[in-house]
């Protein structure tokens, strides 16, 4: 089932998601708005990545630390 979902935007705004809905070669603004709610689960908050980068900080200086010569060494 289809349901359809109203939001108040501006002109403006309404220009600028268009401009990207046809840039990045979507055939519609649904599928560019519904393409963008699937990618929003690989985002991390701002906490998250703080909370990961104290805790890499954290590591280094304890000396925790990883030696390779490549990411594929990982």
């Given amino acids: 089932m289809r349901k359809v979902l109203s939001i108040s935007i ?3 705004l309404e220009k600028e ?3 990207k809905t046809k840039k990045r070669g979507f055939n519609s603004v649904s599928d560019y708005i519904k393409n ?5 689960d ?3 908050s701002e906490e998250e990545l703080l909370k990961i ?3 890499a900080r ?3 200086k304890s000396g925790n ?4 010569k490549s990411l ?3």
């Fill in 10 to 12: 501006t002109d403006t």
């Fill in 17 to 19: 998601i268009k401009r």
């Fill in 36 to 40: 963008l709610l699937l990618i929003d």
């Fill in 42 to 44: 690989d985002l991390i």
């Fill in 53 to 55: 980068s104290k805790r």
């Fill in 58 to 60: 954290k590591d280094f």
């Fill in 65 to 68: 630390l990883i030696k390779a």
């Fill in 72 to 74: 594929a060494d990982l």
